[in-house]
């Protein structure tokens, strides 16, 4: 499993010009700046319940926000995003191989998973839709951007 997590003042997904999912950040908050984090979640053929335990746990615990807080300490949204493409191996030739890449019946099920874990954790997450064609914004803070492999 493959995370590559952008921390971010803003961020949505789109589906035909509709929003699926949104970093819930209110901007008027009083206070310190606002901090979330934007998830692009791939799934690796053979991946299971250790690299979905493994992934959230990286997720909510990275202290990868202000003052070296995790989004656990800071209570900061998540919006997580599958993107099969994070597997795509370009060493030969001219066009990506997506042969490492778990299947949509295989993957599925494990992006829900991360987000039931990151949820049980306490956390406001939103998502994308799984196997559509998404249009992602975000406003990258930083810029900051972390892989977490598992």
Excluded: C
Excluded at 9 to 22: F, I
Excluded at 47 to 68: M, S
Excluded at 114 to 131: K, N, W
């Amino acid at each position: 499993m493959r995370a590559v997590i952008q921390r971010a003042t803003s961020g949505e997904v789109r589906v035909d010009g509709t929003v699926v999912g949104r970093l819930a950040i209110d901007p008027h908050e009083a206070g310190e700046k606002r901090q979330g984090l934007v998830v692009l979640l791939g799934v690796q053929r053979g991946d299971g319940p250790e690299q979905v335990a493994t992934v959230a746990r990286k997720i909510a615990e990275l202290r990868i926000l202000d003052d070296e807080r995790s989004a656990l300490d800071a209570g900061a949204p998540i919006l997580v995003i599958s993107q099969f493409t994070l597997y795509g191996d370009t060493r030969k030739g001219r066009r990506p191989s997506w042969a490492h890449a778990a299947p949509g019946e295989e993957a599925e099920p494990l992006v829900d998973a991360v987000v039931a874990d990151l949820r049980g954790r306490g956390l406001h997450v939103e998502t994308g839709q799984f196997g559509a064609m998404m249009e992602v914004s975000l406003v990258n803070d930083g810029p900051f951007t972390v892989l977490v492999e598992a």
